[in-house]
């Protein structure tokens, strides 16, 4: 039995040689914005992390208030390297909201949301609210003070909006209070919805790029442009960026461990100075600043609302935003990004110096 | 990594640019073995983490606070339970039964007391009965009190 | 004329007029009888007296707990409440026994409170002999003598506004008793006649007891009539300071009764527990008072060379030694905890060294080096688990890094090998595009 003959087996089957061709044929074009095009392969990949790390803590970690915190402790300091995949988990996660962000936003700037590429916008931004509610479920998991209040004070604010408010509290708690029942519930969230909601989402996306290749910049459309093979130049060129964020990763977790805290007290009052993750900290400072009442309405209501009303914004920008011929729109759009990141950086950095 | 890699390409390729076959298997090789090398580090530590620590499991919610024979009627083991002590007491009447060790006066720990069947704290004289409640001296309120079973040769100890 | 059904309306308004009227009336009657106070003729004509001094006592019995009971005035003075006159409330021939004198209050109050017959009508629980073990404290047996200038009922428990013990207002409450009795034993002229000193009041709120009534509300914690007594107050005897002390601090107690020191302490007449820890100013101890160094209070009676002066020098080593294995190991618990690795466990582990530690500072009482051995010992122990504990984390630690360091070689090594095949295939790439136009 050679290769040759395997190959041959395979393919009668599962059609391969077919894959194989269209690979072959995938090209990325070459220009002096081509990295951006690493930066999705790079989510991906780190994503991949995540679910294999993730797979391995499930064997230890234990759901419930009363082990919940003590069986990551176990985790950290009986189980062999145990210390090294809860790191690499906690780290990757941040390094791949992070990536998603550049990603998202080298998306926009290079308007590879054009037609026909609207179903991969909205497929995207989906995933972001999907990336960003694993962050905060997982966040929940190790049930330590920190979290505990980060999750009381992110699902209370939650609450504030009108209407649906108080039953989406209610929803996400598993009821009034911050208790075992939400971390069961942030734990079924985690491991099973959202990983399977994930994945078809993922596949929606990925089938997408492929179908459409992948775009260009609005200024090199119908010009010329350099283009490399997909396969193998610019997945070995993706294989280094994976090896080297490894390397990182392995950095970061022996370099870096993340914390383990103090078990969650019901009782106790909260630390202080308690701030969310780096991803929710611009959205956290920005409440922090509006005055109490805005017109007739609370201050705290009318941030969440706008928030909420530019995640809507964001999934219409491939309907709104469409030619490359308006060159004004396209200006406009640039302008509102630049803002918007201008914003989220700034108010990030305010938000940790405060 | 720029100038050593410019040095080993200009080694490895030919003035006309291509790559002596020799050359080019070698890096195959190399690259074949590194990453091999690479994907066993990566997989031997899952499968360490994958194989069971010495201490099986994270001890909780329940304890196993002593063996059965290890205990005589009428006296009293102190064990940990998380991160607190806990006192298991055989009374003179072959019973278990399990408290919290932290006196709730000042925090001391407690001990039993074979002579008088009581749990006793030395730091001030307080004394509770074998329902934890406090009985005598300053200690406000009873001790905590926890379910005790026992399974085979191990007692063991659950909140209540 | 009515209709049938109309003279069926009638009488049920009547019939519910009816029952508003008697509910309205019984209402009334008991109301009534509720806040029906016997009258007390004494209390109407005293409370609208000028002088403070006469109004006072009608003021001050709304919050008396025998008013609560249903008493009155004439239940302890005697006299005719119901009478409207002067003369006729005050009869001597209607018992008026009118103001005691000091050396008669603790039988005016005796009557009823050394009557276990009476007393068990009104709390079964209270105990009948108070007046008795009054006339067994110095109080009382100066009174006897006809001194006046001492504590009556009345000092302590106040008149016409008693209030039950229970009450956090009332003069006797735990954390009033001390400035009760601060009231005349804090009188520097007051004591002099008696030739006591005046400054137990100032020394007892430097004491730890005193923290633990007054700050942190511990009512367990002591205070005067805890250790002098309270109806039978006097200062303990020499040979049984360490009875009362034994009280809460019992084990302690119980070690110095089989320590050489008791005998020692007795013969010499020097009053147990309070020669070191004093009788008011109860500070917190600390390890200098153990020991052959100046400023030890071992040495006050302790010679170099003497049994006593080698066991005070041996404890006060032993206590040393475990304090300074315990600081060690903490210090590289907190080390290895800054450093990132999780410790909480053999920090948690330390506790049994500091218990013993604890421990330690109570046996000392045995003034038997051996005796402290067997807990220091087990300490030591312990802090050294805590100590290899410290070393293994920051071991670990090492290992960590040295890891990461050759892991990295490795993972740039093969990044370093993909960019090389990359460059290869992509410069055969263009050789054979070349190939092709050519």
Redesign the interface.
């Known amino acids: 039995m050679n290769i040759a003959a395997l190959t041959a087996w395979l393919d009668e089957r599962l059609s391969i040689s077919t894959l194989a061709a269209m690979a072959q044929k995938k090209e990325v074009p070459v220009h002096r914005h081509s990295i951006w095009y690493y930066f999705g392969g790079m989510t991906l990949f780190l994503f991949t992390v995540q679910v294999v790390t993730g797979i391995l803590l499930l064997l230890y970690y234990r759901p419930s208030a009363e082990n919940a915190f003590e069986s990551v402790q176990f985790i950290i300091t009986e189980v062999k390297f145990g210390w090294l995949i809860r790191s690499i988990h906690s780290w990757s996660a941040n390094l791949m909201v992070a990536t998603l962000f550049v990603h998202m936003f080298s998306v926009f700037f290079l308007r590879a949301y054009y037609p026909p590429r609207e179903i991969t916008w909205v497929s995207g931004v989906l995933l972001l609210f999907i990336v960003i509610c694993f962050g905060f479920s997982g966040y929940l998991l190790p049930w330590n003070k920190l979290a505990f209040f980060a999750t009381k004070v992110g699902t209370e604010i939650a609450g504030v909006i009108p209407i649906i408010g108080r039953p989406m509290l209610r929803f996400l708690r598993g009821g009034d209070d911050v208790t075992g029942a939400t971390l069961t519930r942030f734990f079924g969230f985690h491991v099973a919805v959202l990983p399977a909601t994930a994945t078809v989402l993922i596949g929606i996306h990925v089938l997408m790029v492929q179908l459409h290749g992948m775009s260009v910049p609005p200024d090199l459309i119908d010009k010329p442009v350099k283009k490399m093979k997909f396969v193998p130049n610019f997945l070995l060129r993706d294989l280094i960026g994976w090896i080297l964020a490894i390397g990182v990763l392995a950095a970061l977790a022996a370099l870096f461990p993340w914390e383990l805290g103090e078990k969650a007290d019901a009782f106790a009052p909260a630390p202080a100075g308690i701030k969310p993750e780096w991803y929710f900290l611009f959205m956290f400072q920005t409440l922090k600043y509006l005055p109490a009442k805005i017109w007739i309405i609370d201050g705290e209501v009318v941030g969440i609302m706008a928030f909420n009303l530019v995640a809507l914004l964001l999934f219409i920008v491939p309907f709104v935003d469409r030619s490359p011929q308006n060159k004004r729109r396209r200006l406009v759009f640039n302008l509102v990004g630049v803002v918007a990141l201008l914003f989220i950086v700034v108010m990030t950095i305010v938000g940790y110096v405060t | 990594m720029g100038d050593s890699t410019s040095d080993k390409t200009s080694r490895y390729f030919g003035s006309d640019g291509s790559t002596p076959p020799t050359r080019r298997r070698f890096l195959d090789y190399l690259l074949g073995s590194s990453a091999l090398a690479t994907l066993g580090a990566i997989v031997y530590p899952i499968f360490r983490f994958m194989s069971p620590p010495q201490v099986i499991e994270s001890t909780e919610s329940s304890v196993i606070a002593a063996k059965v024979a290890e205990i005589p009627v009428n006296s009293g083991k102190i064990f940990k339970f998380g991160n607190k002590p806990g006192i298991l007491i055989r009374t003179a009447s072959g019973e278990f039964k399990a408290f919290s060790a932290v006196c709730t006066h000042l925090e001391c720990i407690v001990q039993y007391r074979g002579d008088t069947k009581q749990i006793w704290c030395a730091c001030h004289n307080g004394q509770y009965n074998l329902n934890g409640k406090n009985i005598g001296g300053p200690p406000p309120r009873p001790l905590e009190e926890f379910k005790v079973n026992t399974r085979g040769d191990d007692v063991v100890v659950t909140k209540a | 004329m009515c209709t049938h059904r109309e003279m069926k309306a009638l009488r049920d308004v009547t019939s519910s007029v009816r029952c508003a009227i008697m509910a309205f009336l019984t209402l009334l009657l008991v109301f009534t009888l509720a806040s029906a106070q016997k009258k007390s003729s004494c209390i109407e004509c005293h409370a609208r007296l000028d002088d403070s001094k006469l109004s006072a006592p009608a003021k001050l019995f709304d919050n008396d707990i025998h008013r609560a009971r249903g008493l009155s005035c004439n239940d302890c003075h005697g006299g005719d409440p119901n009478s409207d006159t002067k003369e006729g409330a005050k009869d001597p021939s209607k018992g008026f026994l009118g103001k005691p004198k000091t050396v008669d209050i603790p039988a005016y109050c005796g009557k009823c409170h050394s009557d276990a017959n009476l007393m068990k009508r009104f709390n079964p629980s209270l105990r009948v002999d108070q007046e008795r073990e009054y006339y067994s404290s110095v109080h009382g047996k100066l009174l006897r003598g006809g001194e006046t200038k001492v504590a009556t009922c009345i000092s302590c428990h106040s008149v016409h506004g008693i209030r039950a013990i229970s009450d956090p207002l009332s003069s006797v409450y735990a954390s009033n008793v001390a400035e009760t009795c601060a009231t005349c034993h804090a009188s520097a002229d007051y004591m002099r006649s008696f030739g006591i000193p005046s400054d137990q009041y100032t020394k007892y709120k430097t004491s730890v007891h005193a923290a633990a009534l007054y700050e942190k509300q511990?009512l367990?914690?002591p205070t005067c009539n805890d250790c002098h007594g309270n109806h039978g107050a006097t200062p303990p005897g020499i040979a049984s300071v360490a009875n009362v002390c034994?009280?809460?601090?019992?084990?302690q107690a119980e070690l110095f009764q089989t320590s050489p020191h008791k005998a020692a302490f007795d013969q010499k007449q020097l009053g147990e527990c309070i020669t070191c820890h004093n009788n008011h100013a109860i500070a917190k101890p600390t390890d200098h008072w153990l020991g052959i160094n100046p400023g030890s209070l071992c040495i006050n009676c302790h010679k170099p060379g003497d049994k006593g002066f080698v066991a005070a020098g041996s404890m006060r080593s032993q206590i040393d030694d475990l304090i300074a294995s315990i600081g060690k190991s903490n210090d590289i618990l907190d080390q290895a905890e800054r450093a990132?690795?999780?410790v909480?466990?053999p920090k948690?582990e330390m506790?049994e060294a500091t218990?013993a530690l604890?421990h330690a500072r109570?046996l000392i009482h045995t003034s038997v080096t051996a005796e402290v051995d067997k807990v220091t010992a087990p300490g030591l122990a312990a802090a050294a688990k805590g100590y290899q504990a410290g070393l293994g984390a920051l071991s670990e630690r090492r290992f960590?890094?040295e890891?990461?360091a050759v892991?990295?070689v490795?993972?740039?090594?093969?990044?370093?090998?993909?960019?090389?095949?990359?460059?290869?295939?992509?410069?055969?790439?263009?050789?054979a595009a070349i190939a092709d136009e050519g």
């Open positions: 511990d367990s914690a034994g009280q809460c601090h019992a084990r990132g690795m999780e909480s466990r948690f506790k218990d604890t109570v960590r890094r890891g990461l892991s990295l490795f993972i740039l090594f093969l990044a370093g090998l993909v960019y090389l095949k990359v460059r290869d295939i992509e410069r055969r790439q263009k050789q």
